[in-house]
């Protein structure tokens, strides 16, 4: 199965997502929200609060389940301050269950990411791909 036909299956199993905002808008309140909305700064800024959201929930679960100690909690806190370390963090956790949260220390935890040019004509797919 391919990536985006998993996504597109997902995206229909949650229905119709809430109306925002809950009143009519008008043409000029259209216009304002597409250029802010529409704007490559508001995507960036999105996505970052997303990874905000992943590690702070997966964080606080290891921590409450015991699976990462208060160091190993104060060790991740650099990789945290960098967009690029959120990013890289945030998708490791998204791909591992807080069992192994110990593993986020080791090896200097995970890689930043790169961006892949994928061969054209091959299938979508995502890879963690080490910088050297």
């Given at each position: 199965?391919?990536?985006?036909?998993?996504?597109?299956?997902?995206?229909?199993?949650?229905g119709e997502?809430?109306?925002?905002?809950?009143?009519?808008?008008?043409?000029?309140?259209?216009?304002?929200?597409?250029?802010?909305?529409?704007?490559?700064?508001?995507?960036?800024?999105?996505?970052?609060?997303v990874n905000?959201?992943?590690?702070?929930?997966?964080?606080?679960?290891?921590?409450?389940?015991?699976?990462?100690?208060?160091?190993?909690?104060?060790?991740?806190?650099?990789?945290?301050?960098?967009?690029?370390?959120?990013?890289?963090?945030?998708?490791?956790?998204?791909?591992?269950?807080?069992e192994g949260?110990?593993?986020?220390?080791?090896?200097?935890?995970?890689?930043?990411?790169?961006?892949?040019?994928?061969?054209?004509?091959?299938?979508?797919?995502?890879?963690?791909?080490?910088?050297?």
């Open positions: 199965m391919h990536l985006d036909k998993i996504v597109e299956r997902i995206d229909r199993a949650f997502a809430p109306t925002f905002p809950d009143h009519p808008l008008d043409g000029r309140d259209i216009e304002v929200l597409g250029r802010v909305f529409g704007d490559d700064g508001f995507q960036g800024y999105l996505q970052d609060q905000r959201q992943i590690i702070r929930d997966y964080l606080t679960n290891a921590v409450l389940l015991g699976f990462l100690c208060e160091e190993g909690l104060a060790a991740l806190m650099g990789q945290v301050a960098s967009s690029e370390g959120r990013a890289a963090l945030s998708l490791h956790m998204l791909m591992s269950s807080v949260a110990g593993e986020l220390l080791s090896n200097a935890g995970p890689q930043l990411l790169q961006p892949l040019a994928p061969v054209p004509g091959s299938p979508p797919h995502m890879k963690l791909v080490p910088i050297s």
